[in-house]
């Protein structure tokens, strides 16, 4: 197959054309050049999206086209490039207008589409807005489509650094302290960036149409991060706590990575993975501790095996308080909670 990623360089769309590689397709990358390289043996084809196609991207007839877009403007731009392929088109959960309701295709309430494209430094949450105005472009005019709605993704070459600050504070802790937000039994998917760029691969040979969730299984909160750090003291420090400190949830400055308040996020921690995945791709649906490989499927990948976390670098602690600062935490908790209340495992 041609198959055309539009990106292919960082992350995700890079993951995609390595799998789609592995698998024996020709690949084309178009983007501006600017962040990370192609995989050796992809077609690089230089492309500021915010203009028309160049002339060198119509002279193949792709067979499918990968768009990782968040800007409406640059969906514009490429859904009639190819004229017979089918699109995939990566959206993410945030399209869904009720963050404490799982919801899912077909379910879900959409959020109103925002077709201008938005400087999400500026207006982040236009961000699932544009989203949908992008998915509602690729169906009106691609030949055939698959939509994919990821949750949090993980894995090699993560930018966000939600993830990696976990795998770089649980390492070499021994022991020690942890301070660990909510509650041990707050549930968390993630999926492996590999995996769906696999599955990703899979839609595009098999044409599989629709749209779909591309969640992992629902995870305790505690079973993930004992996962990396089976004998550290986690001390479970509650919402009220958290939020009474100032914590932000999520991600970005201030904020403790992946806690999520309830019930205000709780669709984002519980969606059902079986009810949206289609099983003809026959896939992993989710990167568990138990890293069991399933009958036709991918490898489980857990998120702390070796490869599979993002940078761990400083930028990981932008997302999180240093050790230090999260000592001061600490002592403000013990100072409020009574030591029978303590929840420490």
């Known amino acids: 197959m041609e198959i055309l990623v539009l990106g292919?360089?960082?992350?995700?769309?890079?993951?995609?054309?390595?799998?789609a590689l592995a698998?024996?397709?020709?690949?084309?990358?178009?983007?501006?050049?600017?962040?990370?390289?192609?995989?050796?043996?992809?077609?690089?084809?230089?492309?500021?999206?915010?203009?028309?196609?160049?002339?060198?991207?119509?002279?193949?007839?792709?067979?499918?086209?990968?768009?990782?877009?968040r800007l409406p403007g640059h969906v514009r731009h490429a859904v009639g490039l190819a004229p017979a392929a089918h699109y995939v088109f990566v959206s993410t959960i945030n399209v869904y207008a009720d963050d404490t309701s799982p919801g899912g295709p077909g379910v879900g309430v959409l959020r109103e589409p925002n077709g201008a494209d938005v400087d999400l430094t500026v207006e982040p949450e236009a961000y699932g807005p544009m989203k949908v105005a992008c998915e509602e472009?690729?169906?009106?005019?691609?030949?055939?489509?698959?939509?994919?709605?990821?949750?949090?993704?993980?894995?090699?070459?993560?930018?966000?650094?939600?993830?990696?600050?976990?795998?770089?504070?649980?390492?070499?802790?021994?022991?020690?302290?942890?301070?660990?937000?909510?509650?041990?039994?707050?549930?968390?998917?993630?999926?492996?960036?590999?995996?769906?760029?696999?599955?990703?691969?899979?839609?595009?040979?098999?044409?599989?149409?629709?749209?779909f969730d591309a969640v992992g299984e629902r995870v305790a909160m505690a079973d993930l991060l004992a996962a990396g750090a089976p004998s550290a003291r986690f001390v479970w420090v509650d919402q009220a706590f958290?939020?009474?400190?100032?914590?932000?949830?999520?991600?970005?400055?201030?904020?403790?990575?992946?806690?999520?308040?309830?019930?205000?996020?709780?669709?984002m921690r519980d969606r059902d993975p079986a009810r949206h995945w289609p099983p003809a791709c026959g896939c992993a649906?989710?990167?568990?501790?138990?890293?069991?490989?399933?009958?036709?499927?991918?490898?489980?990948?857990?998120?702390?095996?070796p490869g599979s976390i993002?940078?761990?670098s400083e930028n990981c602690w932008r997302r999180g308080p240093r050790p230090v600062g999260e000592a001061a935490y600490l002592r403000r908790w013990y100072l409020r909670s009574p030591l029978g209340s303590r929840v420490v495992v």
């Open 137 to 211: 472009l690729v169906r009106a005019g691609a030949a055939s489509s698959a939509v994919v709605r990821p949750g949090l993704i993980v894995g090699p070459g993560d930018p966000s650094g939600r993830f990696s600050y976990w795998a770089q504070r649980l390492d070499d802790v021994g022991s020690g302290e942890v301070l660990a937000p909510g509650a041990p039994g707050d549930g968390m998917q993630v999926i492996d960036v590999r995996d769906l760029a696999a599955w990703i691969v899979r839609l595009a040979e098999e044409r599989h149409e629709g749209v």
């Open 242 to 267: 958290l939020e009474d400190a100032g914590v932000m949830p999520w991600s970005g400055a201030g904020s403790i990575p992946l806690w999520l308040p309830r019930p205000q996020y709780d669709g």
């Open 285 to 305: 649906r989710s990167p568990t501790p138990s890293s069991t490989p399933r009958p036709g499927c991918a490898v489980i990948r857990t998120p702390w095996s």
């Open 310 to 312: 993002g940078d761990a």
């Open 23 to 69: 698998r024996g397709h020709r690949v084309t990358c178009a983007n501006r050049g600017r962040t990370g390289s192609v995989p050796d043996g992809a077609r690089f084809v230089r492309w500021d999206r915010s203009a028309p196609p160049p002339d060198v991207l119509q002279e193949i007839p792709y067979d499918a086209v990968v768009d990782v877009a």
């Open 8 to 19: 292919g360089s960082v992350f995700l769309s890079r993951e995609v054309a390595l799998a």
